[in-house]
């Protein structure tokens, strides 16, 4: 059997790798021809729920490509489901609440997650995973904010005005609403980690429409507590990742998450030395990049690994997920120019 590849957790721990790991956020998806076929006879809905097709889509990358990371095939919106959140993906929309939240009324309502049987299928899908690979599979949960975000907005939104509007008006209920998830997504993750993890990430895609102000207010003090709450049970890394955050990288650090995940409009060895390389980073090419010539991909890639320097704490991945309609040929070349098998 061919030997466990630690690279990734050693990055996540700052320790000294010969090369920097690499994956890629949205590693598996619809720029893969196999994983379209599989979506010919499942749904998103069905892969996330099928341990077995969950497994068999989460390897997919690492088959082709051989990362030197995997993350579980789910969605964030799926945990939210048991809690008693209505939800369906339109086509070209994304997830649409059919019950968005309203009221502090509504926020009690909200159960909370039982892990003897709700989320059993990610469970089973981990431990499947952690037998086949002979890399760290990463678990993940959409960050407190996002999900309060789609929650209350009712789906994408372009201006959050449902959303701030609650924050501001309805406060108390929204710090409800932010420790609820919080204290559920802290036991997920913790549940993935039980189940085989061996990294988790937390997505916070919508939380770059905050100003510091607002982050400090609103949102640190769920995601500290939330951190304290995961530390209490695991060591496992934790990453964090949001877009458009240049601007609180700073407070996601204080938070106590090992890895920061930085966008692609950040200059990412800067942003490291501003957080004095305290944290480990992750990050940061622009995902639209690989749709170009692979001399310019070649070039900007090999700029980004200069600028880390070969300093521990560097995993190489997206400055987001990688988008439809990638060329698979652009994707693997990259793995292997960071790995250098190019």
Known sequence: MTAFNDRFLKACRQEQTDRPPVWFMRQA?????????????HSLVDICKIPEVCAEVTLLPIQQFGFDSAIIFSDIMIPLEPMGIDFEYKPGVGPVIHN??????????????????????????????????????????????????????????????KMKSFMYQETEAWH???????????????FQVESGAMAVQIFDSWVGSLS?????????????????????????????????????????????????????????AAAWADMNHEVAVQGNLDPTLLFGDWSLIEKRAKTLLESVNNR??????LGHGILPGTPQENVGNLVKLVQGRL
């Open 29 to 41: 998806g619809r720029y893969q021809d196999e994983y379209r076929a599989i979506r010919k006879k």
């Open 212 to 268: 510091r102000a607002d982050y400090l207010e609103y949102v640190f003090p769920h995601m500290k507590e939330m951190f304290a709450a995961i530390k209490a049970k695991t060591d496992v890394p934790v990453i964090m990742f949001g877009t458009n955050s240049s601007h609180l990288l700073q407070d996601m650090k204080a938070t106590g998450v090992d890895v920061i995940g930085i966008d692609w409009k950040t200059d990412l």
């Open 100 to 161: 968005p939240i309203k009221s502090k009324a509504d926020v009690e309502k909200l159960k909370d997650l039982d892990f003897g049987k709700d989320l059993l299928y990610t469970g089973e899908g981990m431990k499947i995973l952690r037998r086949e690979l002979n890399v760290p599979c990463i678990g993940f949960v959409g960050a407190p904010f996002t999900l309060a975000s789609y929650m209350l907005e009712g789906g994408p939104s372009k201006n959050y005005i």
């Open 176 to 190: 409800a609403l932010m420790k609820k998830l919080a204290t559920n997504m802290a036991e997920y993750l913790y």
């Open 312 to 317: 521990p704490g560097f995993i190489f991945n």
